[in-house]
């Protein structure tokens, strides 16, 4: 039989019939004809080709074409041969090919009968299913990724027919094949797209046999889903269609998604306004369209005014409430070519396109600070804002989105400086203002590294003695082009940008040392002011703690330094600058009130404020005669303090006709130009000096 290893005797020793023996040898299908003791008689070429064995080597007594694993197979087949040889054996068996292969076939094998009627040989015939196994697995495994596949697919005929839909079809649209069987594939069509889309389509399926895209189409129970559709054509030989396979995938979670994605990066999340990205974007096409329309465009740069107070007061979710309400107003006000966006904060743009004149600006801009102005219902009561813009033209003020933004920006301050609630446009000089202010703040950065700030002293004496008590430290900043500059050149531009904090804890610590050298040198009693930005008092730009212990590591008495305040910190309702003077005053520092009377403040205010000093603004002392208004004012306000407990300092003292109506109106101290200007600290020295000197002088005489 054909598994055994006996194969010792070639065909040519056989009584096979040679016509018999010709036909074996032509016939493409392995033939074997072996003896009853299982050796071979004969193997045909198809056999050994397909085993991979010569002639010679395929009678070998040693060659197993049989698999091993096959042993009960082979016992199968010789149970069925001994019950009844003549009768053909047909059964799946395993073979090894000479290079270990294994080889899947199909064996059918026979007894032929002797003259006598008994078994002379079996003839085995075997089938190479190698590639038919081969199909086979792969149809299998098509057929289950055709119904184990998450994407759902759709088979059907040259006339557009659904023949079958696998699973996946199923639980994506929600239809079963017998809804489906013989019905053209429009029936799932969500009326989304025109009859344009799918000529284009199907001529495209006609000319390539294949499309791919997105597509909307309609679920059983009417949802509209997005879906990214393959459909691939199967010909027959002839050319002519004869299946056409649309594979496709459920993408409406993905819309979704990249939704989501373009509204976050395009739309503010609080007002459903563009933002400032995607407002850019506009304005730069916007900027593009009036080339071609020879129109002008304007840009609208808006700021709420008191919207931190309401902020501040009654709680950012309020705050949200107002945003969202002025964006509602500002979108109703706008025609519907324009553009409106949140930028940041408190802060609007509007892009005005295609404007024939200027009216039309104006008239948009009262409607919008019209709108503004309304009072806001919140939670529990109502809030007002007002709002300052700034009018920036294109292409007549710039092409730059980013430009046009800081053209608007400026104009916008400039409003707000002009009394706010109105607009201003911009001029060259606001951009001429916008350029020295960017290199005074790129010169600032480094004035501290670069040894650039000094500070000067003032002296403030008494002005029953004129004897110089105090001393107030003024900053100066020697700019390595302007030379030297006057703290109201730079001290406004470094509270905006927050470099006041680095440059108020220098001057704290440059006014220590040098009022501890002050007295080392004898000056004891001497007491030394410095000024203090309302913004070192809010941003933790002051540890008190972290001061008195570095007083005390200098042997200066923490009532030596004097800190100056400006009047409106009075009416400040921020608790950390409030809880940081009072730690300050608990360790003994003395607090000056500076400009008294310039501000909104109330007796109120005063009268709950632990202060040592309050001094009067040198606006009052400028006019300062015995008949003027001033004097009033002045007598009025000393009277106050006193009442009070608190001493009075008066600043801007130029003539000795305003020291004696101070004196006579019981004004403690007085400092100005008629006593001395501000010095630096060696000439001040010198002045201190002198003082004692005359002092000295006078007591010998």
């Known amino acids: 039989m054909v598994n055994s290893c006996q194969h010792s005797t070639p065909a040519s020793n056989t009584d096979i019939d040679e016509q018999l023996l010709t036909i074996y040898d032509a016939t493409p299908v392995p033939m074997v004809l072996s003896r009853t003791d299982g050796s071979f008689e004969y193997a045909n070429p198809a056999l050994r080709q397909m085993l991979g064995y010569s002639e010679a080597e395929i009678y070998s007594p040693h060659i197993i074409i049989s698999h091993p694993d096959e042993a009960e197979v082979n016992q199968q087949i010789r149970a069925a041969l001994q019950n009844d040889p003549f009768t053909p054996v047909r059964i799946e068996k395993r073979y090894l090919h000479k290079s270990g292969r294994v080889i899947p076939g199909y064996l059918t094998i026979v007894a032929e009968p002797d003259s006598s009627g008994n078994v002379k040989r079996f003839i085995s015939q075997i ?283 400026q104009a916008m301050y400039a409003a707000k400086k002009a009394g706010q609630n109105r607009y201003h446009y911009f001029t060259p000089a606001m951009q001429e203002q916008a350029l020295t202010r960017s290199n005074t703040l790129r010169d600032l950065r480094y004035a501290i590294e670069r040894h650039q700030f000094e500070l000067y002293y003032q002296p403030i004496v008494d002005l029953k003695t004129g004897k ?113 003077l009072e730690s300050l005053h608990q360790d003994r520092f003395k607090i000056a009130i500076d400009d008294f009377g310039t501000g909104y403040s109330s007796l109120a205010y005063l009268q709950d404020f632990s202060a040592d000093f309050l001094k009067i603004d040198q606006t009052f002392i400028r006019n300062l005669t015995s008949t003027s208004n001033d004097t009033a004012l002045c007598e009025a306000i000393i009277v106050m303090a006193h009442k009070l407990g608190i001493k009075v300092i008066a600043e801007g003292i130029e003539t000795e006709e305003q020291q004696n109506i101070l004196i006579n109106a019981g004004c403690d101290y007085g400092q100005g130009w008629l006593f001395a200007k501000a010095l630096p600290a060696d000439e001040l020295t010198k002045l201190l000096r002198q003082q004692v000197a005359v002092s000295c002088y006078g007591a010998n005489i």
């Open 127 to 409: 089938v190479d299913q190698t590639e038919q196994k081969k199909n086979n697995d792969q149809l299998l495994l098509s057929s289950l990724v055709y119904k184990n596949s998450s994407e759902g697919m759709m088979v059907s005929d040259a006339n557009n027919q659904i023949l079958d839909i696998n699973p996946a079809f199923t639980e994506i649209t929600g239809y079963s094949l017998p809804e489906l069987q013989g019905k053209n594939p429009r029936y799932l069509s969500s009326g989304r797209h025109s009859a344009t889309f799918y000529s284009k389509m199907w001529n495209t399926i006609e000319l390539s046999g294949c499309w791919s895209g997105e597509i909307w189409n309609k679920r059983k129970n009417g949802e509209i889903y997005a879906e990214w559709l393959v459909i691939n054509t199967i010909y027959n030989e002839d050319g002519s269609v004869y299946r056409r396979v649309a594979l496709f995938s459920d993408i409406s979670k993905k819309k979704e998604a990249e939704a989501l994605i373009l509204q976050q990066a395009n739309y503010d999340l609080l007002t459903e306004l563009p933002n400032r990205r995607l407002f850019l974007e506009s304005l730069k096409l916007e900027n593009r369209k009036t080339k071609d329309s020879g129109l002008s465009g304007a840009l609208l740069f808006i700021n709420l005014d008191h919207f931190k107070e309401v902020n501040d007061a009654l709680g950012h979710d309020q705050g949200d409430i107002l945003l969202k309400e002025i964006a509602k107003r500002l979108t109703r006000t706008i025609r519907d070519s324009d553009l409106a966006a949140r930028l940041s904060g408190d802060e609007f743009a509007i892009i005005l396109s295609a404007i024939g004149s200027p009216r039309k600006i104006e008239k948009i801009a009262n409607s919008i600070l019209s709108a503004i102005e309304k009072p806001v219902q919140l939670a529990n009561e109502q809030a007002f804002v007002t709002g300052s813009i700034g009018i920036t033209l294109f292409p007549d003020d710039g092409v730059k989105p980013s430009q046009l933004l800081q053209n608007a920006d």
């Open 468 to 580: 110089i008590i105090k001393l107030e430290a003024l900053i100066r900043w020697h700019h390595p082009v302007n030379g030297l500059t006057a703290p109201d050149q730079f001290i406004p531009l470094a509270e905006d940008t927050g470099m006041i904090l680095r440059i108020g804890e220098w001057v704290f610590h440059t006014a220590a040392k040098q009022l501890q050298a002050w007295r080392k040198l004898g000056f004891s009693d001497l007491e030394l002011s410095i000024n203090v930005s309302p913004l070192q008092l809010r941003n933790d730009g002051i540890q008190a703690d972290d001061w008195a212990l570095q007083l005390e590591k200098m042997a200066i008495p923490k009532d030596a330094m004097v800190i100056e305040i400006t009047e409106n910190l009075l009416m400040d309702h921020n608790q950390r600058a409030r809880s940081v």
